[in-house]
């Protein structure tokens, strides 16, 4: 999986719906209307069901919904590196499991320390400015005079994780806002697009069908 990608439902059939507006229809095949595979955004919903799919392109939209944390940004577009941003935060979030598990002597503490510092730079070049220069403001730097304690070694872990899961927590709640903008958009195309009287198959339904079928469903 891709960068960028957040997929709740790998769905047999659905409808996709375009940043140009436009719906297409596939079955197990996902497709764009670009020209390139880092400046698209698209999202899928199965209509048998509530799951959705939000693919979002590397160059990220200036307007897409949830509150963002920069001017004309969303909180999902100041992470520019997500895996790398998840990935770091796994791994600190067992180092700082390790450091409670037992305690460390010299050598250990002093390694942990350049850990901790490797990985604030590693992390600084995922995000954009405004998040980079929050965590600077944010993280102390160890003193180079003596060696971190096992308690400000876990402090400072902590307090990097709790940073972390907050970010991650905004990029879901704005991910889920997307959500429900691109569904509530769907649902207008597809009304708009129907003659009065007609109902999109499997909406309202989500009980079963109210007539017998007559044959397998794709």
């Not at 901790?116 to 590693?122: D, F, P, V």
């Amino acid at each position: 999986m891709r960068d960028g990608l957040v997929s709740l439902d790998s769905s047999r059939s659905w409808e996709k719906i375009y940043d140009g507006g436009e719906i297409g229809s596939t079955a197990g095949v996902e497709t764009t209307n670009r020209t390139t595979t880092d400046d698209w955004k698209a999202m899928t919903i199965n209509p048998d069901d509530d799951h959705i799919e939000i693919l979002t392109g590397a160059a990220g939209d200036a307007d897409a919904e949830g509150e963002g944390e920069g001017e004309g940004k969303s909180l999902t577009d100041l992470v520019e590196q997500p895996a790398k941003v998840m990935r770091i935060g796994t791994m600190i979030k067992q180092l700082l499991e390790e450091v409670r598990a037992a305690p460390l002597d010299d050598a250990s503490r002093s390694r942990l320390r350049e850990i901790h510092q490797t990985s604030i730079r590693e992390l600084e070049d995922g995000l954009a400015p405004e998040l980079r220069e929050e965590l600077e403001r944010l993280t102390l730097p160890f003193t180079d005079e003596s060696v971190p304690s096992d308690a400000e070694l876990r402090i400072a872990q902590a307090q990097l994780v709790g940073w972390l899961e907050g970010l991650f927590h905004g990029i879901q709640t704005a991910l889920f806002a997307q959500q429900m903008a691109a569904r509530a958009q769907l649902e207008q195309m597809r009304q708009g697009a129907l003659p009065p009287g007609i109902q999109v198959p499997g909406a309202g339904q989500r009980g079963g069908s109210t007539h017998p079928g007559t044959g397998q469903y794709l």
